[in-house]
T-cell receptor, first 114, second 111 residues
């Protein structure tokens, strides 16, 4: 499968715990994006990388959130001290940095904070 | 990026064409129209995009009005698997950053 993959697909955690999600983009794509989606809403942008550089962060990305893409390939999104409001689907997408930049999305990681 | 307005929901009979409208009256000359869809519990799926001319691919057709203030996504022969939320997004193509998704149109294909 050459699409975007995300792991885990589901995560249940207790409030206050830390969680980490992984995204593997399409191999030739140098841009990688993280979005968050809550029930009934469209995806909301969190941050994006070009290669290993984090170029933009949304104000939704509080201090408890950190994203990395150390080698310009896979990326991780960590949430520290989770809160119930963090419960959402976390989506990763990738694109080329040329052309029309259409983004290809992974299946998402569903986080439930109890 | 310009904002878009879409109907909240639509129904379509299986086998018929589904026509999904989108208004983007404040679109700028360098902004493209993108369409994505999201089937329940899956990530969004790219469908098609265009600037001025009508576009067609294996999934759908995109009709953009001459003034570019609105567009229509056409699924020529809707199937039950086309039931999804459809998002119309406008964005300057070469900025390459985020998409603003809005709440989209929930399309239900009825047997």
């Amino acid at each position: 499968d050459t699409g975007v993959s995300q792991n885990p697909r589901h995560k249940i955690t207790k409030r206050g715990q830390n969680v980490t999600f992984r995204c593997d983009p399409i191999s030739e794509h140098n841009r990688l994006y993280w979005y968050r989606q809550t029930l009934g809403q469209g995806p909301e942008f969190l941050t994006y990388f070009q290669n290993e550089a984090q170029l933009e962060k949304s104000r939704l990305l509080s201090d408890r959130f950190s994203a990395e893409r150390p080698k310009g390939s896979f990326s991780t999104l960590e949430i520290q001290r989770t809160e119930q409001g963090d419960s959402a689907m976390y989506l990763c997408a990738s694109s080329l940095a040329v052309g029309s930049y259409e983004q290809y999305f992974g299946p998402g990681t569903r986080l439930t904070v109890t | 990026d310009a904002k878009t307005t879409q109907p909240t929901s639509m129904d379509c009979a299986e086998g018929r064409a589904a026509n999904l409208p989108c208004n983007h009256s404040t679109i700028s000359g360098n902004e493209y129209v993108y369409w994505y869809r999201q089937i329940h519990s899956q990530g969004p799926q790219y469908i098609i995009h265009g600037l001025k001319n009508n576009e067609t691919n294996e999934m759908a057709s995109l009709i953009i009005t001459e003034d570019r203030k609105s567009s229509t996504l056409i699924l020529p022969h809707a199937t039950l698997r086309d039931t999804a939320v459809y998002y119309c997004i406008v964005r300057v193509a070469n900025t390459g950053n985020q998409f603003y998704f809005g709440t989209g149109t929930s399309l239900t294909v009825i047997p």
